[in-house]
């Protein structure tokens, strides 16, 4: 059995790995067409971007349905978030119940929309997909 002394030890480790635990990434790979999911926070529509092209989108991301410009993370899509917080809640149940140290990458995450209609911004050249008509690029926002 446990003592009191041996409970506050693990909880202070526990409480340090927690606070450890904004630094830690996951990783987005793309399909096997290079390309990376994305989901807009504001309409929900998915789209591609693709994975030679992400370093453009580094002053944010623009919607290509409705125009909605955010960051990067703004646009993980549902799917990736319920991925990450099952690793994360994972990695903490295995941290509490085996002293498992968390990983620095907690997971990595496979692309799978598989859109085929690729489509390159006339005039910043990125290249992204979609479902529907683009009304604007990702990462310029010009009208498409």
Same mark, same amino acid.
């Given at each position: ?7 506050i ?21 793309p399909?096997?067409?290079?390309m ?11 789209f591609? @971007?693709?994975?030679?092209d992400?370093?453009? /989108?580094?002053?944010?991301?623009? #919607?290509?349905? $409705?125009?909605?410009?955010? =960051? ?10 319920k991925?990450v ?21 907690? @997971? ?6 598989? /859109?085929?209609?690729?489509i390159? #911004?006339?005039? $910043?050249?990125?290249?992204? =997909? ?15």
């Amino acid at each position: 059995m446990a003592t009191l002394q041996d409970m506050i030890k693990k909880l202070q480790r526990f409480g340090d790995e927690i606070q450890d635990i904004s630094g830690k990434k996951f990783t987005l790979l793309p399909d096997q067409n290079g390309m990376i999911d994305r989901q807009c926070p504001k309409c929900k529509r998915l789209f591609m @971007i693709a994975d030679s092209d992400f370093e453009k /989108l580094k002053d944010g991301t623009y #919607c290509p349905s $409705c125009g909605h410009k955010g =960051s990067g993370s703004d646009f993980i899509t549902e799917a990736h978030h319920k991925s990450v917080k099952e690793a994360i809640e994972k990695s903490l149940h295995d941290n509490w119940q085996h002293s498992t140290p968390l990983p620095n990458n907690v @997971i990595s995450l496979q692309s799978i929309l598989g /859109l085929e209609n690729q489509i390159r #911004c006339s005039n $910043c050249k990125l290249m992204f =997909s979609i479902l529907q008509a683009a009304q604007y690029c990702p990462c310029c926002g010009s009208p498409q």
